[in-house]
């Protein structure tokens, strides 16, 4: 069982930037990052393969958010930049424990969850 402990969350002014980061206790394979805003359901932020070759965005995030990892460290970061109030949400990274397909957006494709991190933006 791998262990997936965030850090990084905090409170941050519209425009501001944040990174996080997620350490993993053993290997991994595709990590994600995924958000859940108050009253919302949790939906996918951004997402990368094992060599970091691939990255994968929703939307909302794109040109503002980074995903890189570090396989050395077992370690996946969420650059964020130019923070919006909407981005407002607790924060979960997620992993795969096999190489397995699937879309890296599909929730249920992901065997290992964090905790979460509050990521507060004010106007």
């Known amino acids: 069982q791998v262990q997936l402990v965030e850090s990084g969350g905090g409170l941050v002014q519209a425009g501001g930037s944040l990174r996080l980061s997620c350490a993993a206790s053993?290997?991994?394979?595709?990590m994600g990052w995924f958000r859940q805003a108050p009253g919302k359901e949790r939906e996918f932020v951004a997402a990368?393969?094992?060599?970091?070759?691939?990255?994968y965005y929703a939307d909302s995030v794109k040109g503002r958010f980074t995903i890189s990892r570090d396989n050395a460290k077992n370690t996946v970061y969420l650059q964020m930049n130019s923070l919006k109030s909407e981005d407002t949400a607790v924060y979960y990274c997620?992993?795969?424990?096999?190489?397995?397909?699937?879309?890296?957006?599909?929730?249920?494709?992901?065997?290992?969850w964090g905790q979460g991190t509050q990521v507060t933006v004010s106007s």
């Open positions: 997620a992993a795969r424990s096999t190489a397995r397909l699937g879309a890296p957006q599909a929730q249920q494709t992901y065997d290992y």
């Open positions: 053993g290997r991994t394979y595709v």
């Open positions: 990368i393969s094992w060599t970091g070759g691939r990255t």
